[in-house]
């Protein structure tokens, strides 16, 4: 059987080797491709599923439709590391080959339990109508890296209350329970979060939804995750159907989350603050966290949206996911820091610092494709000053401050191929002060920037040409002063 050209259930082993091998090399002959990110080895990746720690070393899924840039019939891929930052392909975690998986091995979670590791996730099943039947479904991983599913699902009926839009399982241990908040629509089509328990990760009860102060917030919420953090709970997930608002919820969906009092499992409430939007930029999406050996609250996030087309389709592959992200709190804020492990990539290193009026400067030995580039500006009287780059002749993305309207706005108008252009070409968001710190991380085709220490992050894809790869420092409007380290990520 050929390759499925669109929305499709098709099987990996239902296509053939020769199929297989002739998507491989479009998608390795594609400019595009990522270097310091997980993407996908062909076709479509979105969430990351199942972060941990187990056995030594950082585990982490993602869903992955093998065959085409397209959300056809989903499988867990799995990838390993010990650094957070070289990752390993390991190959199929989950194949959706049972009843209770039949169209997708859906998004889930991952924890230790007797040794071994447990991966919670969302089985997906379709009728002859095509109408969706969610399962709860188990596998089991042990040390050698043996993954066997269970032959039953361990949920097979949505409750009282909610649609089939019932999904993402996303679990932790508590006083020797497990428990797992889980997506749902409301039948009256709005999202919310419930909470499932079990004390052997077998057997599963639904305690029932979590209260929070969003009743109306969008039609339905991805991809929950909850977890505490210097005495508070913090509820992360991914709405659907937020209207934008000035500067907020741009993308076709949000995520983000809201910070709160311990969560109260027995009344099942969470009192909270606002939502907050956990990125600024154009593609982040159903982030998922885990606590390490250390620790640290690690976040990573797809670098992507649902229903959005991206240049490298017609290479056969589409999406990556985050660099890692340490999380922490400020002020009821999460923080977002990149993993030091990332430094070990560094190579090159190049300086540079000057003071610049109404001017756009270049400096020898900053330009690339794949870098870490960290530039403090001093705000003089410029009235608008930031950095261009994977610049050329015509192309250019710009992460700047503008000192009127006392934003930072990351602008992808010029950035190369357009990507979503009805959601709009720039992201902005206001900012305290007028001297700012941006730490861009660069590969083929993205960039992540992290605004004063993480205080802020905007995650792009961007698809310019190879060629386009200047660096250039600008103030406009009077003069800022900036200070700048280049490292080349090779
Ligand atoms: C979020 C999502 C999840 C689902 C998975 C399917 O992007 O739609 O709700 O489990 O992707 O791939």
């Known amino acids: ?15 053939s080797q020769e199929d297989i091998d002739n998507l491989i090399i479009r998608v390795n002959s594609c400019t595009w491709r990522q270097t310091f990110h997980i993407q996908p080895v062909s076709g479509l990746l979105n969430d990351p599923n199942g972060f941990c720690f187990y056995n030594g070393e950082y585990h982490l899924y993602y ?15 799995h990838t390993k590391s010990t650094d957070l930052v070289n990752w390993t392909n390991v190959g199929i975690a989950i194949k959706p080959d049972e009843y209770f998986d039949s169209h997708g091995a859906y998004s889930g979670s991952a924890v230790e339990h007797n040794g071994n590791l447990y991966l919670l996730y969302t089985g997906n099943t379709r009728d002859e109508n095509l109408v969706r039947h969610p399962y709860l479904c188990i596998a089991v991983m042990d040390e050698d890296g043996n993954i066997i599913k269970s ?9 009282e209350g909610y649609t089939e839009h019932f999904r993402d399982p996303k679990l932790w241990k508590a006083d020797d329970k497990f428990y797992a908040v889980i997506g749902a629509q409301r039948t009256d089509k ?48 991914s709405p659907q ?15 983000g989350y809201v910070v709160g009092e311990k969560l109260d499992l027995q009344r099942r409430e969470l009192i909270h603050g606002d939502f907050i939007e956990l990125d600024r930029g154009f593609d982040f999406y159903a982030p998922h966290t885990m606590k390490d050996p250390g620790g640290r609250r690690l976040m990573v996030a797809w670098m992507g949206l649902p229903e959005i087309e991206y240049p490298s389709d017609i290479n056969g592959w589409a999406n990556c996911l985050t660099i890692m992200r340490e999380l922490s709190l400020r002020d009821g ?62 192309e250019k993305t710009v992460i700047k401050y503008d000192a009127i309207q006392k934003k930072i706005i990351l602008d992808r108008t010029l950035s190369g191929k357009v990507i979503g252009s009805t959601y709009g070409t720039e992201r902005k968001c206001r900012i305290a002060g007028d001297s700012h710190k941006f730490q861009l991380f660069v590969d083929s085709s993205s960039v992540e920037i992290f605004v004063d220490d993480g205080e802020e992050t905007f995650t792009a894809r961007i698809f310019p040409d190879i060629r386009s790869q200047e660096i250039r420092f ?12 280049k490292w080349d990520y090779l």
């Open 151 to 159: 032959k039953k699902s361990v949920l097979n009926k949505v409750p």
């Open 474 to 485: 600008y103030a406009m409007g009077g003069s800022a002063e900036f200070k700048a380290v």
């Open 241 to 255: 159907g937020l209207e934008p608002v000035g500067d907020l919820y741009q993308n076709i969906y949000q995520a």
């Open 333 to 394: 804020k999460l923080i977002q820091k990149p993993v030091p492990e990332l430094q070990s990539l560094r190579k090159n290193k190049v300086e540079a610092a000057d003071i610049i009026r109404d001017e756009n400067k270049m400096v020898d030995g900053f330009s690339g494709v794949t870098y870490e580039l960290v530039c403090e500006f001093e705000q003089g009287d410029a009235l608008e000053y930031g950095i261009e780059f994977r610049a050329g002749a015509e």
């Open 63 to 77: 869903q992955w439709h093998p065959l085409g840039p397209f959300h056809g019939l989903k499988y867990w891929y």
């Open 190 to 237: 709005t999202g919310g979060v419930c909470l499932l328990s079990s004390s052997d990760l077998l057997e599963w009860k639904f305690e029932g939804e979590l209260a929070t102060n969003l009743e109306h917030f969008g039609f339905m919420w991805e991809c929950p995750d909850y977890f505490e953090m210097d005495d508070k709970g913090i509820l992360i997930f």
């Open 1 to 15: 059987m050929a390759l499925p050209r669109g929305k499709s259930y098709i099987r990996l082993d239902q296509v």
